[in-house]
């Protein structure tokens, strides 16, 4: 830009035309002062961005407590939106369908509700597949001698709820949501066991991290096992086909997201989405042959590390704003090293874990939380037992399982706890894994057709989980 003036108040010497110095100078000098002035104002505005909208927007995702924030605020707006004057849109828009046609047969041509909560929810699922790998392979579920007492407790924490929905619902057509008060939401339960601080000790942490790991993968169970429609054996058998070659690959070294990522969604996801399993199996599966060892070892990450470090110290800046050409390549040789340092499974978890937090789990809710009061009968509500069987059962049936266990367990010496699990903690963790909200939910959607019912098991859901969530605060809390 500064060169440009240079062509002004010239006069010719010699055949030449000449700019007299003292006005090249501070015709130079004038410019750069500008220059820097515009660049001034310019990092102004920046800075002013960065710390005023960005640096917060990234802060506020980072911290685990803020999906759960986003998440409550889902259900809340879900539940205001179904009981506003636009409540025959808010449910009508998630009855659009959206998929395929080829030659006028149409294919994957599924509801936006159903979209919601077999393609959205695999994302969520494959999540929690990648995390329960991770536990087993180094985390509290490692170890089998901690890990008696947190599943024992979870996995009378679901049977005991779902012995109680049956005593009321048994020979009904409702009693197929014998499931629904099995599941724990471990997002909710966790982020109040949190939000009390040190007044909960760190054993008390783990053990309900622990329970709710379990639960989650029962919950799996229970879905894969009991809440199918007519099954395919020609789809499930194309879908175990493209699980062998990801887990054949993966014995082979194939590292590569990209490769895992086609064979997963285009073969696995595709195949049980069409074979009558739900779709959120195929996800948790392929989770499960995701390679958990890095291309590059530990060792040979510092080693290079180090090298390259001392190379780009080595290397002689340009005072300039950009990089030499050798400071880029070895930004991007230590680039490639840290990705190939990172397991493929914790790089997927950990790129994939905000998008789920914050889109995927919020989306969910909204699709599924919104219950409409207006006309409420009360005798619609108790016109079946599913209100009281998943009420009670949530409400009654986890604490009381989970407490009942654990104090069996400890009695009988299969299991040991330490002095920070009191009966009193035992029984507060109890109530807060009653908190069933999104788990919950997903499940009664599998289990109901029926408007009414799926209403009734939503009331039982709500009811239950927010004085699961009081009392256990409260127990917690004292």
Known sequence: MCQRLYGTSSFRVQGRWRQPVALRGAAFRACSNNQEKGNVMGNKYQSKIRRGIVMPLQQFIRREKSARVVLGLSVVVAILLANSPWSEEYFHLFEHKVGFVFNGEPYLYYSLHHWINDGLMSMFFFVVGLELKREFIGGELANPGNTVLPIGAAVAGMLVPALIYAVFNVGTPSAVGWGIPMATDIAFSLAIVYALGDRVPLAAKVFLTSLAIVDDLGAVVVIALFYTSEISFVNIAVGLAFLGVMFAANKMGVKNVVFYGLLGIGGVWTAFLMSGIHATIAAVLAAFVIPADARLPE????????????????????????????????????????????PPSQRLEHAMHPFVSFVVMPV??????????????????????VAPGVALGLFIGKPLGIALSVYLLVRLGIAKKTEALTPRRIVGLGFLASIGFTMSMFISTLAFTDDTMLMQAKLGIFAASIAGGVVGYRLLKA
């Open 299 to 342: 060792h040979l990450y510092l080693t290079r590390a180090a090298n390259n470090l001392r190379k780009f110290a080595g290397i002689k800046p340009n005072n300039v704003s950009t990089l030499e050409e050798e400071q880029v390549k070895v930004i991007s040789d230590m680039m490639n090293d840290t990705r190939d340092a990172i």
């Open 364 to 385: 969910f809710a909204l699709a599924n939380a919104g219950v409409s009061f207006a006309g409420l009968d009360v005798q619609e509500v108790f016109s079946t037992n």
